[in-house]
């Protein structure tokens, strides 16, 4: 486990310590040493002896006390601390010095960062403070984020402008076809225009929400609802469909749950040749809505993907406006709930709408 960064500088800073202290002892322990040398040359082992034996050789004394006290001069005093700073400098650097490496490599992905270069990254050094590493995470987590963000706008400007362009370009053909009198102006002619824009609306409402709504910006109506009622009701609308729906009670707001169910069985309308079940049901605690249907299946490889923006899969119907299974995706999360689609036994899919029980 890496130290906390008070913890590791006061690691530092002891230790530090520590090594200029003994830096000290052994300094002045060799000078004394040193000194004892001189003095046992100078005077000899036997004079040397008898002094410190307690013997009173006055001029013996005096010269050997003048050695200890040149010895013992501010000069080598004073080089004594200067080694022992030098000493605490370089310990303080050495271990340091992964820290201000880490600071530094910060402030670089930051400034490349700020650039324009999302790929940018801090990179991951040992022995060094937990909160900087903790630091360093979050910042890269945010640059992720930061990329996938402005990746995902700039293919939701791109599928956008593509979801545009199809309804745009027949509405803009049938109505100059109808100035130039190539075709008649029937109740036909204005329904297949009517129709597009239809679709555009759906698809300009859906994003409305979606932006809304991941914004933080979008409210939901929290009241007791008998779901199992508010099922029905829209299940009315599509014959052909077995509903078994267990008694239940729900929190939250019926205009978006009754979206929600209706943009299941819209999708599986235009992909699957329409839901054949519907289910309500608990499990695990939690309150379950199964639509489902016996169509082509899930696409390989499709996953999460399917409540993507703008996501098709191939030979997808055209008419769709792209947002329907984010909009439900969002509903879901909107109530504490979640979405997910499986593959159904026996051929098909069977898309769940899980919301906490009331």
Known sequence: ?????????????????AAALAALLVYFTAIDMLAERQIR????????????????????????????????????????????????ALIGWLFASPLLRHVMALRQTA?????????????DFRMTA??????????????????KAERESRDSAAA??????????????????????????????????????ELLNRLVEDLRFLTLFEAGR?????????????????????????????????????????????????????????????ELAKAEGQIVLRVMDRGPGLPEGAGDRLFDRFFRAENAAPDGSGLGLSVVQAIAKGHGGSIRALSRAGGGTSFELVLPQA
């Open 1 to 17: 486990m890496r130290p906390g960064l008070r913890s590791w500088l006061l690691g530092v800073a002891a230790l530090a310590s």
């Open 41 to 88: 040359a100078a005077l000899g082992d036997d004079v040397y002896a008898r002094i410190m034996a307690g013997e009173d050789i006055p001029d013996a004394q005096a010269e050997m006390f003048e050695l200890y006290d040149w010895y013992a001069s501010p000069r080598f005093i004073a080089l004594g601390f200067l080694l022992s700073f030098a000493v605490a």
């Open 111 to 123: 400034a490349t960062v700020r650039r324009g270069d999302l790929t940018a990254r801090v990179s």
């Open 130 to 147: 937990a909160e900087i590493d903790r630091f360093a995470a979050d910042f890269n987590s945010l640059i992720e984020r930061v990329e």
């Open 218 to 278: 979008m409210v939901f109506r929290t009241e007791l609802l008998d779901l199992t009622a508010l099922i029905h009701q829209v299940v009315a609308d599509y014959p052909g469909l077995t509903a078994e729906l267990a008694p239940m009670q729900a929190k939250g707001d019926a205009a978006r749950l009754r979206q929600a169910l209706a943009a299941l069985l819209d999708n599986a309308a235009r992909h699957a040749g329409g839901a054949d079940r519907v």
């Open 160 to 197: 956008l402008a593509h979801e545009l362009r199809t309804p745009l370009t027949i509405i803009r053909g049938r109505l100059q076809g109808l100035l130039d009198g190539v075709f008649v102006t029937d109740t036909e002619s204005i329904r297949l225009v009517l129709h597009q824009v």
